[in-house]
């Protein structure tokens, strides 16, 4: 009996002791990959970026002047009227109300034989031939943004559709929220076809644009002592091994894709980027990426900016 009980328990404690080594996690191994980039030359172009919606430059409600009684209401709900157009007048004579600009009637309160009081909203008129959209600009990316600058406009409601527009007005005070401020900009749209008031928009306004520059992918750029450089891949010429120097540079144009290099290297010149190190567990198939350290931008100081590429030879990472 003794040795049945005996058996059972070593039974149960060889089952136990196998779980535990075949659950117990494995000792990950961590493999890093290293990244080279290619510094290029081309356009540079900084864009400032905001959400937004559309909305009539022109929308004003028309009040009474006067306390009379409507004699006329010349005008519809729909009706497009132009500018200085009579739209409702009154039996004491007194002035009529007419329109301020050219638009559309979009509500009316009042008929014939009505009574009104002054200040009393007899109509609404919006215009809606002109159209804009305004966006919150950070304040560290304001002082960027002009009247008459260059905006591309991408509707939600029309996502194969490219809208542009100028920006109009740029706001002298700005609105705080949890401790950053941001400033309302105004963008008039030039092409206003199929959009209507209320739809949302994403702008990117032109800031900055420079031709015939060297540039390379931000992570490239490492600073030690207020002095910024990147670690160059060279090719020596007796052996098929290279081997890497690291070169002062002088930067430009910068935002979270890429920096101009006025100084310190050329384009064609290949520059290394921080390591990709990837972590897998034998047992369960578990890992991951994790980037290496690398360069020195953190996100609030690219604010809204957006940098793109155009009329160079398209710099990828490899």
Known sequence: MKKWIIGILLFVICIGAGGYFYLKPSAQETTSFTRTGVAQKGTLEVNVSGSGSIEAINSKDLLSETNAEVDEVLVSVNQKVKKGDELVSFTDGSDSIVAPFSGTITSLSVAAGNRVNQGTVVAHITDYNNLQTTIGVDELDISKVKVGQTVNIDVSAFPGTKYTGKVSDVAREGEVTNGVSTFNVNVKLNNITNLKVGMTTESSILVQKKENVVYVPVEAINTRNNVKYVIVNSSSSNSDKSTTNT????????????????????????????????????????????????????????????????????????
């Open 247 to 318: 070169v002062e540079v002088k930067t430009g144009l910068t935002n979270e894709n890429y920096v101009e290099i006025t100084s310190g290297i050329e384009a064609g010149q290949e520059v290394v980027l921080p390591q990709i190190q990837s972590s897998n567990s034998n047992r369960f198939g578990q890992g991951g990426f994790q980037f290496g350290g690398g360069g020195n931008f953190s996100g609030r100081e690219m604010g809204g900016e957006r940098m793109m590429i155009r009329n160079g030879n398209g710099g990828g990472n490899k």
